[in-house]
């Protein structure tokens, strides 16, 4: 089992639809989540970060977590071409400073 | 505020010699990590600095590999014998006072013939 799964894709949503991205990990120990978005060939930037159960929102995105379900996922709201990318999620321990990441999810946005 | 930056951005290489990637993190950032990321996979975590001292090394960091923080500002990492394997992004984040989220430079695109 890996430690941070994600669905690869490639997910499709329509212009103005909410794209929504999920991950789960194994670690119970886990204790803070972020979200980075990849365009092709660029770095990751951090779009958003999570320590806490319940929803986090900022501007179009909002983070979910559940840590009793081992699950966290990103909601995207207006999607808009720009937002076509390859969002990783990302996992550490207070303690243990490395980040575990999944594969990412690739998403499109159709105009 | 500049950002974590990498040089070089590319580097191309034969089998078997030698690279040194160099990383200047943002400025007040105490702590320093190096990932790998190869093609259609996420950032493989492969060390980490806080200040000059480096506290934790992956096991993908072979004999070969070896990074050093000399005054707990800029890093290198250098591959040696460089095998075609090595090919891949390396990247660099850094983060700090009492931050934990990592803020990763645009990385070195490093392939080797």
């Known amino acids: 089992q890996k430690e941070v799964e994600q669905n690869s894709g490639p997910l499709s949503v329509p212009e103005g639809a909410i794209a929504s991205l999920n991950c789960t990990y194994s670690?119970?120990?886990?204790?803070?989540f972020f979200w980075y978005r990849q365009y092709s060939g660029k770095s990751p930037e951090l779009i958003m970060f999570i320590y806490s159960n319940g929803d986090k929102e900022d501007g179009r995105f909002t983070a979910q977590l559940n840590k009793a379900s081992q699950y966290v996922s990103l909601l995207i709201r207006d999607s808009q071409p720009s937002d076509s990318a390859t969002y990783l999620c990302?996992?550490?321990?207070?303690?243990?400073?490395?980040?575990?990441f999944g594969t990412g999810t690739r998403l499109t946005i159709i105009p | 505020d500049t950002g974590v930056s990498q040089n070089p951005r590319h580097k191309i290489t034969k089998r078997g010699q030698n690279v040194t990637f160099r990383c200047d993190p943002i400025?007040?950032?105490?702590?320093l990590y190096w990932y790998r990321q190869t093609l259609g996979q996420g950032p493989e975590f492969l060390t980490y600095?806080?200040?000059?001292?480096?506290?934790?090394k992956s096991r993908l960091l072979s004999d070969r590999f070896s990074a050093e923080r000399p005054k707990g500002s800029f890093s290198t990492l250098e591959i040696q014998r460089t095998e075609q394997g090595d090919s891949a992004m390396y990247l660099c984040a850094s983060t700090g006072g009492g931050l934990n989220e990592q803020f990763f430079g645009p990385g070195t695109r490093l392939t080797v013939l």
């Open positions: 400025s007040e950032h105490n702590r």
């Open positions: 990302a996992v550490n321990n207070f303690g243990n400073e490395k980040l575990t």
């Open positions: 670690d119970r120990g886990s204790q803070s």
């Open positions: 600095f806080q200040n000059e001292a480096q506290l934790e």
